[in-house]
């Protein structure tokens, strides 16, 4: 089976920089996604690693590490729309399918 | 405009009732797939389908059932035996099973009385 591990919650000011950590336990390893939920929305998706390092999108980036089970997620220059809920998920291949397990999400609080 | 509905957004039942939650996407996604959020948590799987006509079930399968007739269409029923069926239910779909990138509807919120 899988299972990941993420901060319960993270608070920064507008304009800071945060991370968001990721660790992770699985079978069958096939990439790492993070996606972004605003309360009473649904989860969108941000990026995806399946190999190690870092890759950049906009404000957003997203590192791996495959030999250390870990991964982050980094914001930058921070606004308030930001605050939200953020999730990392794995997908496991077992027995020919490729099985999606979220972690159980990081509460992002930007303060002005 | 191309993307993934749930009605209703808002559901009320009654203990012991079966409910379907419609979950309708024209991206043409071969794979979709059925969560379930409850407050502070993550998502969890309880279905997925891979093709038409095919599904497996997830970490949370019992008390649900689904059905996959049309590339278009996964409903999901929540029977009356999931013992504690209140919660936020998410369907997504994606290019394949083996596409990283999920696409999600807005989600049905069920709450039973």
């Known amino acids: 089976g899988q299972s990941l591990e993420q901060p319960s919650e993270v608070t920064a000011v507008e304009g800071a920089i945060v991370q968001i950590n990721c660790t992770y336990q699985t079978s069958g390893f096939y990439g790492l996604s993070w996606y972004q939920q605003h309360d009473g929305g649904a989860p969108t998706f941000l990026s995806y690693n399946a190999l190690d390092g870092l890759e950049e999108t906009g404000r957003f980036s997203s590192f791996l590490s495959r030999s250390d089970s870990y991964g982050y997620l980094l914001l930058q220059e921070l606004q308030m729309k930001d605050s939200a809920s953020y999730f990392c998920a794995v997908r496991d291949r077992t027995g020919g399918s490729y099985i999606p397990t979220f972690g159980r999400g990081t509460s992002l609080i930007v303060h002005p | 405009d191309g993307g993934i509905t749930q009605s209703p957004k808002y559901l009320f039942r009654k203990e012991g009732q079966n409910v379907t939650l419609s979950c309708e996407q024209n991206l043409n996604h071969d794979a979709m797939y059925w969560y379930r959020q409850d407050p502070g948590q993550g998502l969890r799987l309880i279905y997925y389908?891979?093709?038409?006509?095919?599904?497996q079930k997830g970490d949370i399968a019992e008390g649900y059932s689904v059905s996959r007739e049309k590339k278009e269409s996964f409903p999901l029923t929540v029977t009356s035996a999931q013992k504690n069926p209140t919660a936020f239910y998410l369907c997504?779909?994606?290019?394949?099973?083996?596409?990283?990138?999920?696409?999600f509807g807005p989600g049905t919120r069920l709450t039973v009385l």
């Open positions: 997504a779909s994606s290019w394949g099973a083996t596409r990283n990138e999920q696409f």
């Open positions: 389908s891979q093709i038409v006509n095919d599904f």
